[in-house]
């Protein structure tokens, strides 16, 4: 489900919560290893930059996205995506080029300054 957009199914799967209803338009994530949020939906929030995780069967809200500083949050912020663990040859007969796109980082995109500028970032959990 890496960076679908269904907000159909978010709603019905997180019925009730305040915060999911807030987004427009939700982007979701899922992945079984990102720290606190592991097997978590993440969803994104556009009207605050937050990215917050509901429990995929219940629906109910488990925690927003934290960083050392607090919650993360990104002016703008549109879509999520977890890598793939990606490797592409941009030539053929040359060797596969690792694109560090590891399966548990979140990569989103962003318009800040009112979708004046563009963003493409990433969250790095910190080694343990």
Do not use: C
Not at 6 to 35: C, I, W, Y
Not at 67 to 82: E, H, N, P, R, V
Not at 99 to 115: E, Y
């Amino acid at each position: 489900m890496d960076g679908i957009k269904d907000t159909d199914v978010s709603r019905r799967s997180a019925s009730g919560a305040e915060k999911l209803r807030q987004m427009e338009p939700p982007l979701l994530a899922l992945t079984a290893s990102f720290g606190t949020l592991s097997n978590a939906l993440l969803v994104s929030n556009h009207a605050d930059g937050t990215i917050n995780g509901y429990d995929p069967v219940k629906g109910t809200f488990i925690g927003t996205l934290q960083t050392a500083t607090g919650s993360f949050a990104q002016d703008g912020l549109w879509g999520i995506a977890f890598g793939n663990d990606g490797m592409a040859v941009f030539q053929p007969g040359q060797p596969a080029v690792d694109l560090h796109q590891p399966h548990n980082t979140l990569f989103f995109t962003a318009g800040p300054n009112k979708a004046a500028n563009g963003l493409y970032g990433r969250i790095d959990l910190p080694a343990m």
